[in-house]
């Protein structure tokens, strides 16, 4: 990681000429038209008329969806439609003219997604910044004037220095002021977040125009956010904040998922046992639900992340804690699959599991990094067939999913192929479970809650075993934690 930054010899100058910044915004830029991108500026767009927000991606075809009908946006979020029904084409575009919309801003965030690294130093545990650095080398090309860019990605810590490494190595002639805002919705509920959100946290740096540039933002959030939810602070608190509490939170599901294995050998019941934490205030009683093991695009990069920068600054303790939050997930999605095989015998060869749910929860059409693949993939790898139904997640992203995996491990086309021939996708459930020999609840989706024993003898003729990895059902075979 290089650390070092170049001061600017344009400074003075900028500050000069920026004391009334905070008045000045009337065109924000926000590249990324991803889950964050998307519903974040619908938001802001909704609440601030006299600001023209344009979302751009590189991405053309997602570009179009955002432009096309509304219940085809390329991010399903429950009240997102009707934010987009208001404010698209009066103060909220979705362009891909990427340069032009630079240019224009006076402030631009940074929602491009910040996955693991794949290859290179860090592979399999730093964050991939590839695309915050084209972002931030493209605004550097085109910018004509001063910016303030806002880093929305999740990012590790320091990453503003080398943001702004890359803007004044490549332009000196412009300032831009790097502050860190980052986003805590969760999917499924990204809309209520926002109008609502717990804190929103503004790290920028202690000089005239860092603070300028913060009370910019602050400006934009007071339009819906109380005072005392805004809380500024130092660039480096702010970029660690997030990856902290995602830490925290799947440590909590990770904690209680370790206990549900404990629940299973002892006779205690996991939902008792949750309630019975839970109702100490000091602990609360969110994010104490059980599961086949979390999901989600952000949980297990952003802690892998974390473990980087423990290792990166010798704390290899801290790596070793955190890192015990994801073997514990990977150990829970492979329990709940191992105890479908078990259940069935010992041997799924040519039995039939109903996969229902692909999301990596309810109310969302993502699918990343959800428990339903590593599952999905577990019970073809032991020669099982599977029949999968979920009700947002279109059967082209579960095939994508699928051979996300398999593409790697396939020994040739045949053996993908192989693989393929024994998955089937369904557009409602009832389907998916006839003449079936398991059903597996792996998305907490409100449809599956009616299933019950009566419900599926009418339905299929094979009396399949029925396997709770959401505990959301009145009964079933095997329940997670009991
Ligand atoms: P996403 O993959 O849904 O969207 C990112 C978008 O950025 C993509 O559409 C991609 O095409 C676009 N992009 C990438 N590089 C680009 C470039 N150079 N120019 C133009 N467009 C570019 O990702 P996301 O889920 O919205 O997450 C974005 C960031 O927000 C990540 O850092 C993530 O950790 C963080 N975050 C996500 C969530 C969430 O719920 N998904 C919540 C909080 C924070
Ligand atoms: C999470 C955080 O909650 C957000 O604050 C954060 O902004 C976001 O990550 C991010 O940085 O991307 P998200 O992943 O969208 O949001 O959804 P969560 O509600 O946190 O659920 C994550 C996973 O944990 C899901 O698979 C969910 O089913 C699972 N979960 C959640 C449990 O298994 N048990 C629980 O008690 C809660």
């Known amino acids: 990681m290089d650390l070092e930054i170049k001061s600017s010899p344009h400074l003075g100058y900028w500050i000069k000429n920026n004391l009334d910044y905070a008045m000045k915004i009337k065109n924000i830029c926000c590249i990324?038209?991803?889950?964050?991108?998307?519903?974040?500026?619908?938001?802001?767009?909704?609440?601030?008329?006299?600001?023209?927000?344009?979302?751009?991606?590189?991405?053309?075809?997602?570009?179009?969806?955002?432009n096309g009908e509304y219940q085809n946006l390329p991010v399903y979020e429950?009240?997102?439609?009707?934010?987009?029904?208001?404010?698209?084409?009066?103060?909220?575009?979705?362009?891909?003219?990427?340069?032009k919309s630079i240019d224009d801003a006076e402030m631009i965030f940074m929602a491009v997604n910040t996955p693991t690294k794949t290859e290179g130093k860090g592979a399999g545990m730093a964050a991939d910044l590839r695309h915050v650095e084209n972002c931030a080398k493209n605004i550097a090309r085109v910018a004509k004037n001063d910016k303030i860019i806002v880093e929305k990605s999740t990012l590790p810590v320091r990453t503003a220095e080398k943001i702004k490494e890359i803007l004044s190595n490549y332009k000196s002639d412009?300032?831009?002021?790097?502050?860190?805002?980052?986003?805590?919705?969760?999917?499924?509920?990204?809309?209520?977040?926002?109008?609502?959100?717990?804190?929103?946290?503004?790290?920028?740096?202690?000089?005239?125009?860092?603070?300028?540039?913060?009370?910019?933002?602050?400006?934009i959030y007071k339009r819906w956010i109380p005072n005392e939810k805004i809380i500024k602070m130092n660039v480096w608190s702010a970029e660690l904040s997030k990856l902290a509490s995602n830490a925290m939170l799947a440590q909590r599901i990770s904690s209680i998922n370790?206990?549900?294995?404990?629940?299973?050998?002892?006779?205690?019941d996991i939902d008792e046992l949750s309630n019975a934490i839970g109702l100490d205030h000091r602990i609360g009683s969110k994010f104490l639900k059980a599961s086949v093991g979390f999901g989600g695009s952000c949980f297990k990069k952003d802690i892998l992340n974390l473990v980087y920068l423990c290792k990166y600054?010798?704390?290899?303790?801290?790596?070793?804690?955190?890192?015990?939050?994801?073997?514990?997930?990977?150990?829970?999605?492979?329990?709940?699959?191992?105890?479908?095989?078990?259940?069935?015998?010992?041997?799924?060869?040519?039995?039939k599991i109903a996969i229902l749910g692909w999301a990596f929860k309810k109310n969302t059409n993502d699918s990343r990094e959800s428990a339903s693949i590593k599952i999905a993939d577990k019970l073809i790898e032991s020669g099982g067939h599977i029949n999968i139904y979920d009700p947002m997640v279109k059967e082209s992203k579960i095939k994508e999913d699928l051979n996300n995996i398999w593409g790697s491990k396939s020994k040739s086309e045949k053996d993908l192929s192989s693989r393929f021939l024994r998955v089937e996708i369904f557009d409602n459930y009832k389907d998916a479970i006839k003449e079936t020999?398991?059903?597996?609840?792996?998305?907490?989706?409100?449809?599956?809650?009616?299933?019950?024993?009566?419900?599926?003898?009418?339905?299929?003729?094979?009396?399949?075993?029925?396997?709770?990895g959401r505990l959301i059902l009145e009964e079933s075979n095997y329940r997670i934690g009991k």
């Open 313 to 351: 600054y010798g704390l290899n303790e801290v790596a070793e804690y955190w890192h015990q939050v994801i073997k514990i997930n990977e150990y829970q999605k492979s329990r709940f699959a191992n105890r479908i095989i078990d259940e069935l015998g010992g041997n799924v060869k040519n039995k």
């Open 174 to 219: 412009v300032n831009f002021e790097i502050i860190s805002n980052p986003e805590f919705l969760a999917e499924g509920t990204a809309i209520k977040d926002l109008f609502k959100s717990d804190r929103v946290l503004i790290g920028g740096e202690k000089t005239d125009s860092g603070e300028k540039a913060v009370e910019a933002l602050e400006k």
């Open 258 to 268: 370790s206990l549900s294995a404990i629940c299973e050998k002892t006779g205690a």
């Open 32 to 66: 990324g038209a991803g889950y964050v991108g998307g519903p974040t500026m619908a938001v802001i767009a909704l609440k601030c008329p006299d600001i023209k927000v344009t979302v751009v991606d590189k991405d053309s075809f997602k570009i179009e969806r955002w």
């Open 437 to 468: 020999h398991a059903l597996a609840i792996i998305t907490e989706w409100d449809e599956f809650k009616e299933i019950n024993f009566q419900l599926v003898n009418q339905i299929t003729n094979n009396n399949p075993k029925i396997f709770d």
């Open 78 to 99: 429950p009240g997102l439609a009707d934010i987009i029904k208001k404010t698209r084409g009066k103060n909220l575009f979705f362009s891909s003219e990427i340069d």
